[in-house]
């Protein structure tokens, strides 16, 4: 590129490509043959126009690319089709880039509000837990009221009530008495169970919205496309579809799956949402369902049309490998995972998206894989 000028870095890389096939050594000559007959293509054709998908983004080419042959691609049987496909996609893609940046921030806005929110609870709540301290400095007052001088700021009084009796300084309101003193003291230790409780519940609510508030950030981050995202029109019915029959149940193609080495099909969820609709939409209640122990990741469905009581050990071996790859421990070497009949898997008290509890598992421990 740097000593030809007008070439792209596709033309440049296809030159290169087709230069060093069947392993021959790259050399300059080799390099200008082939780009001629790059050219040579471009130029009398016949075109093959497509659309090639790579880890990078889309790639619209003319012609068929050697060294892209082993990425996806779509074909077309004009350019101005290909064209008008890849500038809608790229529209596209910028227009969910965008929706997805502005869900981002707005979600961990909310998120870091919650958590202050609750940070500053924690401390009210630490502040009420003076409770006994008052109520002690009200009883002492009232053991001891001769010992207390009138308008005085504070007093030292003998703990009566410690096993090792010792003294504690009591500050005072110069203005009253000792009663009235005690009396406030008394108010107060009321007023600050009263809140505790009040702060407790606050607490407990903020502390849920927190966790809600986490895993809707977590949806977004996940987020593949415009239908990932928690604000898309379109229900799990309406994006997947009903299976016949009518129960209910949303067909399985939309999710990532595999075979087995026994036969069995394998399916699991790319993020929250879409593990909410396969565990408890999808899977039926004799399939088999995995997820890695103690992390975020994926539910693994192992289908079970037999409703086998017995799936054999080297299918969920690598229903397990997966469920490790496409979870937070996918780095580990060795990640425990859980696995049970679906029907012993239920959606918690008020759940946010992706969570689940589950009873009657085993665990296999395995290292991650992607099949």
Known sequence: MRGIGGISPVIAKEAVCLATGAGAPLTPGRIVASLREVLNAVERGPYSPRIYQTPKGPVLAALRLEHMSGSPGQGFDTMNEAADAYYAGLIESQRFASIKAALLKDARTKLEAAHKKAEAIEADLAKSARADEYQLYGNLLMASPGAVADGADSVE????????????????????????????????????????EILRSRLDAASREAVRLAARLKEIEEAEDADDLPESGASGEQKHGKVAGGRGKVSAPPF??????????????????ANDILTFKVADSMDL???????????????????????????????????????????????????????????????????????????????????
Do not use: C, M
């Open 157 to 196: 009084l003998p703990n009566l009530f410690a096993e090792d009796v010792g003294t504690v300084t009591i500050p005072l309101d110069p203005q009253l008495n000792t009663v009235k003193n005690a009396e406030a003291f008394f108010k107060k230790a009321r007023k600050a169970r009263a809140g505790a």
């Open 256 to 273: 990532p799956s595999f075979t087995s080495s026994d036969g069995f099909e394998v399916l699991y969820g790319r993020n929250a949402k």
């Open 289 to 371: 369902w995995l997820h890695a122990q103690g992390y975020h990741g994926s539910h693994v469905i192992v289908r079970n049309p037999e409703r086998r009581p017995d799936i054999p050990l080297q299918t969920i071996l690598e229903a397990a490998e997966v469920a490790a790859q496409f979870s937070e421990a996918r780095k580990d070497t060795s990640v425990a995972v859980d696995y049970t009949f679906r029907k012993y898997v239920r959606k918690p008290r008020d759940p946010v998206p992706g969570q689940a509890i589950f009873t009657g598992n085993k665990t296999v421990f395995v290292t991650p894989r992607k099949h």
